[in-house]
């Protein structure tokens, strides 16, 4: 099975800075998706972002942007104007075909 | 409002009983999910289905059933063969229309077993 790992278990940024997070994973296959998730105290799962493994281009989402390097299985995620309300857990996700794995999480806290 | 219902918030249970997680979806979504999160350990995949009647084994399957008789409905069974399950539970839906299509996550459930 696919693995995803992000190596940062915690991580701080003070607010209306930027931040990334970083995350790879594992895979020999070429076609897949990527996805970053925030999970807020609430323990909502919240969409933040996602990426195509065949579109070159980076996606971008408001002040939410990845860094996509295919060849080095890297997929990191960056936050602009880091705001209070972006402390949250994050999640890197990985699918091919319809299963999806997860990273372990970084744990973002913005301070004031 | 359409969106993926788990029920209940939390649930406590004895040692040694059988328990029923709930999850509802009204997306009409093709494909279900059930993933346990514990600290530290981001979320692992424990069952998915992709249509009715069928579903496939995740990473951490042992001691879990599923069912899947309804397009809407995917509920869980945590057995008493689970030796450590208390955990919380996430329940998850998307469009099978081509993989790019993300998880839709339901409020989860927090199962305390003693």
């Known amino acids: 099975a696919q693995t995803v790992t992000q190596s940062q278990p915690e991580m701080s940024v003070q607010e209306a800075e930027t931040v990334t997070l970083s995350c790879t994973y594992d895979?020999?296959?070429?076609?897949?998706?990527l996805f970053w998730y925030k999970q807020p105290p609430s323990r909502q799962m919240i969409l933040v972002i996602r990426?195509?493994?065949?579109?070159?281009q980076n996606a971008t989402e408001n002040r939410f942007s990845v860094n996509f390097q295919k060849a080095a299985k890297s997929f990191s995620l960056k936050i602009s104007d880091s705001q209070l309300g972006d402390t949250a857990m994050y999640f890197c996700a990985f699918m091919e075909y319809n299963d999806m794995r997860f990273g372990a999480g970084t744990r973002l806290t913005v301070k004031p | 409002d359409g969106g993926i219902t788990q029920s209940p918030k939390y649930l406590f249970r004895k040692e040694g009983q059988n328990v029923t997680l709930s999850c509802e979806q009204n997306l009409n979504h093709d494909a279900m999910y059930w993933y346990r999160q514990d600290p530290g350990q981001g979320l692992r995949l424990i069952y998915y289905s992709q249509i009715v009647n069928d579903f496939q084994k995740g990473d951490i399957a042992e001691g879990y059933s599923v069912s899947r008789e309804k397009k809407e409905s995917f509920p869980l069974t945590v057995t008493s063969a689970q030796k450590n399950p208390t955990a919380f539970y996430l329940c998850?839906?998307?469009?099978?229309?081509?993989?790019?299509?993300?998880?839709?996550f339901g409020n989860g459930t927090r199962l305390t077993v003693t």
């Open positions: 998850a839906s998307r469009q099978d229309r081509g993989s790019y299509s993300p998880l839709h």
């Open positions: 990426q195509e493994a065949y579109k070159q």
């Open positions: 895979t020999s296959e070429s076609n897949y998706y």
